[in-house]
């Protein structure tokens, strides 16, 4: 699938989606891999709580602010405490989405025309933020050999190309779809890449609380970075599941003299769109609380997915081989199943689909560079996650 395909995924219609509204049409019951709402997927939401988070009498008064309220900025520090990281609550800029914050930072760090290094394979909010921002994307290669990794080289070989107009390198961490945590070692090397080319580091940090197991060798979070030009990003879209409530942040950090001069010009772009409302910013400081436990139902839930995959994945019947092997993941809500080259992603996931009734997202959504894989939501309630990935096995094994 090229870029231009790809892009148009979400608001153009596909055969995949064509077959998907068609059958639901019909009365067919669709088993849906793909779900990412976690409003949608039977945790049970502390609603007394939250509700009345939202009536509190302050949030009838407005009181406008670039960063956003200190009450919600220090409830921000306040969770960044709690993983042994000092946030300096000045340096924290509320924004409506993990989205938006994109898209302030590109407008503050590119001109029309220069570029953003984004890795591949990924998801493709970038592809549309970039269009949006008259951005252009530049994409580094990660690649897999029992487990992911940063292909630092391709990063040179970028700026090579592109003769100074790339001014920032994203990383997701841990990485949608593929799970992987950055790692001390890659990150360093990055830094110095940074710094070596005064460019920016965007950190996308949105699923980082849910990893399957603990590593001593991967970062925790970049948001106490004080070396180079860093915007760490994170919500509550997905750090407790509240997508509807639409509040997203950016921490500004580096060396005092970029970071000053970066802060008026975010301030004055935050300033024009004041975007987060100011019910949800009262609300923040009981809803990262009374969040917790969602956040808790949501992490048993994907390791206890990820692992019956795993279990799924590794053999089947009398079979010497595995006809359907799972890439290695850490983290995330996303698991990677490896089918066969007999049939293209679209192939696959069509057949599914009409079949078994099953969805699933096609591979190439993400831009694998090539066919051969099946991506699958790992908040899906057990018995149907299991019962399903059972009956993608058995289809693709039999057909």
């Known amino acids: 699938m090229n870029l231009s395909q790809r892009t148009n995924w979400h608001n153009q219609p596909n055969k995949l989606t064509i077959l998907l509204d068609s059958l639901r049409k019909s009365g067919r019951t669709i088993l849906d891999l793909t779900i990412s709402n976690p409003t949608e997927c039977g945790f049970k939401y502390p609603e007394n709580e939250i509700l009345t988070t939202l009536s509190n009498p302050l949030s009838l008064h407005y009181q406008p602010n670039p960063r956003g309220l200190l009450s919600a900025r220090e409830s921000v520090c306040g969770y960044y405490q709690q993983k042994d990281i000092i946030v300096d609550p000045s340096k924290i800029f509320l924004t409506s989405s993990t989205s938006e914050a994109y898209s302030v930072l590109f407008k503050l760090l590119c001109d029309a025309g220069d570029s953003v290094l984004v890795p591949k394979p990924s998801y493709p909010l970038f592809d549309y933020l970039a269009q949006l921002n008259d951005v252009r994307l530049k994409y580094y290669n990660l690649y897999y050999d029992d487990k992911w990794y940063f292909d630092v080289d391709s990063f040179n070989d970028l700026m090579i190309e592109n003769n100074g107009k790339i001014k920032a390198i994203v990383l997701v961490n841990p990485h949608n779809p593929t799970g992987m945590f950055i790692k001390k070692n890659d990150y360093k090397l990055i830094k110095d890449f940074v710094h070596k080319h005064k460019l920016a580091l965007i950190v996308d940090e949105v699923f980082i609380d849910y990893s399957f197991e603990d590593d001593e060798n991967r970062i925790t979070s970049t948001a106490g970075e004080t070396e180079i030009l860093n915007f760490t990003l994170n919500s509550i879209s997905k750090m407790i599941g509240l997508p509807q409530m639409k509040l997203g942040w950016i921490i500004l950090n580096g060396q005092q003299s ?76 996303y698991g990677i199943i490896h089918v066969p080259h007999t049939k293209s992603d679209e192939e696959w996931a069509l057949q599914l689909l009409e079949n078994k009734n099953i969805y699933v997202h096609p591979g190439y959504l993400f831009d694998f560079d090539e066919d051969g894989y099946l991506v699958v939501s790992l908040l899906v309630e057990k018995n149907l996650f299991i019962s399903s990935v059972k009956e993608i096995i058995d289809y693709i094994v039999n057909i």
């Open 258 to 333: 970029i970071v000053n001069e970066t802060v008026g010009r975010l301030e004055i772009i935050s300033d024009t769109f004041l975007s987060v409302n100011t019910p949800v910013q009262v609300a923040l400081p009981m809803l990262l609380i009374h969040g917790k436990q969602v956040q808790k139902q949501i992490r048993e839930r994907i390791k206890t997915n990820y692992t019956a995959l795993q279990n799924l994945t590794v053999s089947y019947g009398s079979l010497s081989y595995t006809p359907c092997p799972l890439l290695n993941s850490e983290g995330g809500w």
